[in-house]
């Protein structure tokens, strides 16, 4: 049971390049979250998919978009990365009727 | 617009001392309140959780003070352990199918051997 898995873990992109980070979950949670990470400001939901077919932004969307391909997966696209970006970006997932979030181990992006 | 407010944004404390984390928040709808440790390099996990029925519970050596009046509720680490040095985030969520977590800013507890 490998619980959320999320690849890459490190990425360097230059401004204006596109990529899609991969998140997959292995706990038939219908629930799953992309945040971001920045020093001082906690983690901020990007966008969420509250069950399979269903995706909505969350507090921070402009500049990604999100794709829920199956039950087990979410992916988040930056089409043209900026330097605002860089960030650690999580997923999340949940299981319906519980509260609890699992969160993957993190990809670490940096936007030259 | 921040909706949960933490404090402090770093504390150092001995060990076997007390660790009292802080949180605020303003929106009444949020009916569950969990606390996530998070080390480095990783993601954070789920430490405790409260809802606002209860004024406190306790885990172990982690306590979750809540108080619903003045919309503060905090985590208080007995007997702090080197190996609670990590990152502290408090939360909050409101009902609904997505349960979307808010988060606080995160307070950085360094425990000193």
């Known amino acids: 049971n490998a619980g959320v898995t999320q690849t890459p873990k490190f990425q360097v992109l230059k401004t204006g390049q596109s990529m899609t980070l991969q998140c997959a979950q292995d706990?038939?949670?219908?629930?799953m979250y992309w945040y971001r990470q920045d020093p001082g400001m906690g983690l901020r939901l990007i966008y969420y998919?509250?069950?399979?077919?269903?995706?909505d932004k969350g507090e921070v969307p402009n500049g990604y978009n999100v794709s829920r391909l199956n039950k087990r997966e979410f992916s988040l696209r930056l089409e043209s990365a900026a330097p605002s970006q860089t960030s650690v970006y999580f997923c999340?997932?949940?299981?319906?009727?519980?509260?609890?979030?699992?969160f993957g181990p993190g990809t670490r992006l940096t936007v030259l | 617009q921040q909706q949960v407010k933490q404090s402090p944004q770093s504390l150092i404390v001995q060990k076997g001392g007390i660790s009292i984390i802080n949180c605020a928040y303003e929106?009444?709808?949020?009916?569950?309140f969990p606390w996530y440790q998070q080390f480095p390099g990783k993601g954070p996990a789920l430490l405790i959780a409260?809802?606002?029925?209860?004024s406190e519970k306790k885990e172990g050596r982690f306590t979750i003070s809540f108080n619903k009046s003045a919309k503060q509720f905090s985590l208080h680490i007995m007997d702090s352990q080197p190996g609670d040095s990590a990152t502290y985030f408090c939360?909050?969520?409101?009902?609904?199918?997505?349960?979307?977590?808010?988060f606080g800013s995160g307070t950085q507890l360094t425990v000193l051997p």
């Open positions: 409260i809802r606002p029925d209860v």
């Open positions: 998919s509250a069950s399979e077919g269903t995706t």
């Open positions: 706990m038939n949670h219908n629930s």
């Open positions: 999340a997932s949940r299981s319906r009727g519980m509260n609890e979030q699992f």
């Open positions: 939360a909050a969520s409101i009902p609904g199918s997505a349960r979307q977590l808010t």
């Open positions: 929106n009444t709808a949020f009916d569950y």
